[in-house]
């Protein structure tokens, strides 16, 4: 970002993201950081902070799966407007500290240094503001927790008078030092001037032969610089994800959390355990259920992208709903899946939808339309009242108000090569099993009789039928099966 937000002492912000790590526990062809919680990669949670924190700059270490990595930051970095994002590649990658060091020739020395994890996707701006608060411009400080089992983390180690001394990760630990419930969260503020002259000292001497960032704080002691362990409670800020199980433990944290501030707002949630709010990773576009008053969410909904449910809005079970508008009382009936994609989908006051139907980009329904089960609908406007009940398809159509389309009726909109609209004039009711032909318009209140193909627009208020005449012959005579052995 252009405008850097200086620390109380006036240092700007620089941020590094360890982002270059395989993530071996994944057993996944994609790299650790793209992974994704809640249809977002990992990376881009962690840059969202980055990008809250109004850091000068940030760098991104990369290794494994660097082209991918680094192209999925520099759409973010676009998207973000002003964000100066530089990718530094860790090549071996030889641990934490060595993955700082790529990225210092990025770094000015007038700085303070955030270090963060791309794996670790839920730290908030706030905790981290706080933890830049803790350096005071001068101090090395380290952000904490403490857990029940601080099994595979750096424990922090502490001087009889309750000062920091150093971080032994778990790998060197003696017995005692395992016993320490007090873990380094992977993330650190420590001015750039400092950090520049510990790393060129480090060493992989250690039961992991690795360059080890966390020996910076044993550096910092002996230096006599002040160390701060900034401890919080919230331990799912702090959680890595190393697996698929830690993932999806994750996941469900993160959307409970906002299942819990939907609730908070009023809206009714089934069961908060069974709701998902995801960003459309394909569109980037993040997140965002806005909900009027008296909503009511049912159980096993995924939403996904921009939607915004209106007031008395019901939703039910097991609906998938993206980019989408619903208007005030409107009710979606069970397994419904909508998606507007870019173009949005809308569903006016009243209206009902499903169950089992579907709305793909461009449908406009006006208020107290019905779209009943096995009826798609895409690019399409329904004027108020107009009902498709069952088992029908309405691409690339204009309807009137009090349309009724009849069950098994089709749009036939595209030629092979083009798409055509089809017209369908207010009060106008379409028989079953009927195939409009595009482009054709029906005039208003005319009546299409069932099994018709109509290729040509029809008179307003005219029966049309377009079908071979019924003909019946008397005493019809099945064909029989000729008797055995005959
Ligand atoms: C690290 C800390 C440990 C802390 C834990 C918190 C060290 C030595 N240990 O351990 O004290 O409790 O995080 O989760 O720092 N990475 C690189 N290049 C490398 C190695 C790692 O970019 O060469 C990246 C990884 O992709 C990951 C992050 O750094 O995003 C942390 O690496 P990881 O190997 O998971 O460190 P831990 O052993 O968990
Ligand atoms: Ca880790």
Redesign the pocket.
């Given at each position: 970002m252009s405008a850097s937000n200086p620390t109380p002492n006036a240092l700007p912000i620089d941020i590094v993201?360890?982002?270059?790590?395989?993530?071996t526990r994944m057993k996944s062809r994609v790299p650790?950081?793209l992974q994704k919680l809640a249809g977002r990669p990992l990376l881009g949670h962690v840059l969202a902070t980055a990008q809250a924190l109004h850091a000068r700059r940030v760098v991104a270490?990369?290794?494994?799966g660097a082209p991918e990595v680094e192209a999925y930051g520099a759409v973010v970095a676009r998207a973000g407007g002003q964000f100066d994002l530089k990718f530094a590649r860790?090549e071996?990658?030889?641990?934490?500290?060595?993955?700082v060091q790529q990225a210092l020739p990025l770094l000015a020395d007038d700085g303070l240094v955030v270090v963060l994890?791309?794996?670790?996707p839920l730290t908030e701006a706030a905790t981290l503001q706080a933890l830049v608060q803790a350096a005071q411009g001068e101090r090395l400080a380290l952000l904490t927790v403490r857990l029940p089992d601080p099994t595979?983390?750096?424990?922090i180690v502490r001087a009889a008078d309750g000062g920091v001394q150093r971080?032994v990760?778990?790998k060197d630990a003696s017995a005692d030092e395992r016993a320490i419930d007090e873990?380094?969260?992977?993330i650190m503020a420590v001015p750039a001037r400092h950090l520049r002259r510990w790393l060129a000292r480090l060493t992989n001497d250690n039961a992991?032969g690795?360059?080890?960032?966390?020996?910076v704080v044993a550096m910092a002691v002996h230096d006599g610089v002040p160390v701060a362990a900034h401890r919080i409670d919230d331990a799912l800020q702090?959680a890595?994800v190393?697996s698929p199980l830690q993932l999806a433990e994750l996941e469900r944290a993160h959307q409970r959390r906002q299942a819990e501030a939907l609730m908070a707002q009023g809206v009714r949630l089934a069961d908060p355990a069974r709701l998902d709010v995801r960003d459309d990773a394909r569109r980037g576009v993040p997140a965002e259920l806005t909900c009027g008053p008296d909503v009511e969410i049912d159980v096993g909904c995924i939403f996904t992208g921009r939607v915004a449910l209106g007031e008395g809005a019901q939703i039910g079970a097991y609906c998938c709903i993206a980019n989408a508008v619903i208007a005030a009382g409107a009710v979606i009936h069970p397994f419904t899946h909508i998606d507007g994609e870019e173009a949005g989908v809308g569903v006016g006051q009243g209206a009902r939808v499903g169950p089992f139907a579907r709305l793909r980009p461009g449908a406009e329904l006006g208020p107290d339309v019905h779209i009943g089960n096995f009826v798609e609908v895409k690019n399409s406007t329904l004027a108020a009242g107009a009902k498709a009940n069952h088992l029908a398809y309405l691409g690339d159509a204009t309807v009137g108000e009090r349309v009724n389309y009849g069950a098994g009726s089709i749009t036939a909109n595209y030629d092979g090569a083009n798409k055509h609209r089809t017209v369908i004039e207010a009060d106008v009711h379409v028989g079953s099993n009927c195939v409009l032909v595009a482009p054709v318009t029906i005039g208003a209140g005319g009546t299409v009789g069932g099994g018709s193909t109509i290729t040509k627009s029809t008179p307003a208020g005219a029966l049309s039928v377009a079908r071979g005449k019924q003909v019946s012959i008397a005493g019809w005579q099945r064909p029989a099966k000729k008797a055995r052995g005959a």
């Open positions: 993201i360890m982002a270059a790590g395989k993530g650790k950081v270490v990369t290794g494994h860790q071996p990658q030889l641990g934490t500290g060595h993955a994890s791309g794996d670790v595979g983390y750096g424990r971080i990760e778990q873990i380094y969260s992977g992991q690795e360059y080890y960032l966390t020996d702090v890595g190393n």
